[in-house]
Nanobody, 117 residues
């Protein structure tokens, strides 16, 4: 599975932004997709996860109520709608896909999100 992200943005605190992650390849074998922001000097952390099996979603406490993960199956595209953005949300956001019988992992190229105060 190959992933291509879009949605680079610079927004003010309290603003909104939507990121996209288009998947191609063995998309029928997807197990789950997620979003991982990586702030400078920090590790990537999972903030939103979408199961391709049952459509369930999970969010980190830091983004609950503000971020929404979704997927358009017809377009093989995953989205992250981010509302009420805060300066601490500033990071490079990576999308990830788990697929195949061995749960292979694929990463997008990353997209910069900057939230100014």
């Amino acid at each position: 599975v190959q992933l291509v992200e879009s949605g680079v943005g610079l927004v003010q605190s309290g603003g909104s932004l939507r990121l996209s992650c288009a998947a191609s390849g063995s998309t029928l074998t997807l197990h789950a997709m997620g979003w991982y922001p990586q702030a400078p000097g920090k590790q990537r952390e999972l903030v939103a996860l979408l199961s391709s099996v049952d459509g369930s979603t999970n969010y980190a406490d830091s983004v609950k109520g503000r971020f929404t993960i979704s997927r358009d199956n017809a377009k093989n595209t995953m989205y992250l709608q981010m509302n009420n953005l805060k300066p601490e949300d500033t990071a490079v956001y990576y999308c990830n896909a788990l697929y195949g019988s061995n749960l292979w992992s694929s990463w997008g190229q990353g997209t910069q999100v900057t939230v100014s105060s």
